[in-house]
């Protein structure tokens, strides 16, 4: 959304300006990004992945941690509950590329026992944004 529709809601851009200023100041706004289109880009294969690791141990936490934040092909790593430790979301070309991502990158990580691969045939809902029940709370207003 531009300024000068949010302002329209604010009524007059400059309020607007202030209040996004106020929000990024606070935190509650943390930066901007464009929205890339995987296809676009040859990421056309969404695969996420259940990761049980040997031990839960701090250490092995850590270490697993480190290695998958310098992995590319793997937006996002979750700590979970339940029967897995983590669960990733890796965008990769094909399904020979993850096929290698898997056996000679995910397996080797440090501490990890075992994944099972969930490939997603169809993105019926990806969102970006938050929904915020009520942004004055959030401005402690």
């Not at 993850?98 to 026992?113: A, E, N, S």
Request: with cysteine.
């Amino acid at each position: 959304m531009r300024f000068i529709s949010l302002g329209d809601l604010f009524s007059d851009s400059l309020t607007c300006l202030e209040r996004v200023k106020r929000l990024e100041k606070s935190g509650v706004i943390r930066g901007y990004k464009a929205v890339l289109d995987p296809r676009a880009l040859k990421a056309n294969l969404l695969v996420f992945v259940e990761i049980s690791l040997e031990t839960q141990s701090p250490a092995v936490f850590d270490e697993f941690r480190r290695a998958v934040s310098r992995l590319p092909q793997i937006q996002e790593c979750h700590l979970v509950s339940g029967q897995f430790d983590y669960i990733l979301k890796c965008r990769i070309p094909e399904m020979a590329a993850y096929r290698q991502l898997l056996g000679d990158v995910v397996l080797t990580l440090p501490g990890v026992k075992e994944s099972k691969s969930y490939v997603v045939m169809e993105e019926v809902k990806e969102e970006f944004s938050l929904y915020v029940p009520d942004i004055e709370e959030l401005e402690g207003k």
